[in-house]
């Protein structure tokens, strides 16, 4: 074992964890494999980018957007700032009616206003830190439902843009060695900041 794996101290999946995982070459392809008209839920929302691909690929019955809301758009985009974060994306699914529930809040808050086994899918992208990703996971475990599917964004140890370490690794292997979970598909992205589809093994 390594240095870095000593200090970091990041948990090893099994073979049986890992051996029914495909590699996919980046994270639209992963939408393919998410169940069609299912309850679903994206947490961490920015400019409602991906949420667009999300209604547009999995068609779901219900999606949920979580998020603070209290951020900047994109520089480069500059859509929208603090103040009316929320209000772009309200207004931006406002044709979808009922479909589409925007809520405001701390992810582990706005998973815990929803009952147990509630989604057929989430997409988990909000803070990246190690105790966050813990504090989600722990909520994804009790919404999700047993053979419902958690894809979680930028499985990477260290975001190599920013100089910040990331949590999400250490947080998901632990969760999926913790719970019987395994890794279905791997999607990559062209800095890493990569995708991993998991389930709860034999559902």
């Given amino acids: 074992m ?5 200090k970091i ?44 691909h999300l209604l547009d690929i999995t068609e779901p019955s219900e999606l949920v957007l979580g998020d603070t809301f209290n951020s900047n758009d994109y520089p480069h ?8 974060h929320e209000a772009y994306i309200k207004n931006k699914f406002e044709s979808y009616g009922d479909k589409v529930k925007v809520k405001k809040g701390l992810s582990w808050n706005t998973m815990a206003e929803f009952p147990d086994h509630y989604f057929d899918w989430m997409y988990i992208d909000a803070a990246h830190d190690y105790e966050s990703v813990k504090k989600d996971l722990a909520q994804c475990l009790r919404v999700l439902k047993p053979n419902g599917f958690l894809v979680m964004n930028d499985y990477i140890m260290f975001d190599h843009f920013t100089n910040e370490e990331y949590g999400v690794v250490q947080a998901t292997n632990e969760f999926m060695l913790a719970n019987n979970f395994e890794m279905l598909y791997f999607a990559l992205h062209p800095e890493m900041f990569c995708d991993v589809l998991i389930r709860k093994i034999g559902v």
């Fill in 9 to 52: 101290n990041v948990p090893r999946l099994s073979h049986e964890m890992v051996g029914n995982c495909k590699l996919l070459t980046d994270r639209y392809h992963i939408l393919q494999h998410l169940p069609k008209n299912g309850k679903g839920i994206e947490i961490g929302v920015l400019g409602g980018d991906w949420s667009q």
């Fill in 77 to 84: 985009k500059n859509r929208f700032k603090k103040g009316n």
């Fill in 2 to 6: 390594s240095d870095i794996e000593n």
